[in-house]
């Protein structure tokens, strides 16, 4: 496993006001953890919210 910083990036509605963040995961990383196969389709992910360990995790559904 490695680690690397990351920043959240905004996104504001037509008002102005914040209603999601982004994070940008790049293609070599997105291709080395399985979420886009070797033809270029997107694999379905799932995202686990865990609030007491602050964390988020990314995976490939039904990989535990």
Same mark, same amino acid.
């Given at each position: 496993?490695?680690? &690397?910083?990351?920043k959240?990036?905004? &996104? &504001? %509605? $037509? +008002? $102005?006001e914040i209603?999601?963040y982004?994070? %940008?995961?790049g293609?070599?990383?997105? +291709?080395q953890? $399985?979420?886009?196969d070797?033809n270029g %389709?997107?694999q379905q992910?799932?995202k686990f919210i865990d #609030?007491?360990n %602050?964390? #988020? #995790?990314i995976?490939?559904? $039904? #990989? &535990?």
């Amino acid at each position: 496993m490695e680690s &690397k910083p990351i920043k959240l990036s905004p &996104k &504001k %509605n $037509g +008002r $102005g006001e914040i209603t999601s963040y982004t994070i %940008n995961i790049g293609s070599d990383e997105a +291709r080395q953890c $399985g979420f886009v196969d070797s033809n270029g %389709n997107i694999q379905q992910i799932e995202k686990f919210i865990d #609030v007491e360990n %602050n964390q #988020v #995790v990314i995976k490939l559904s $039904g #990989v &535990k």
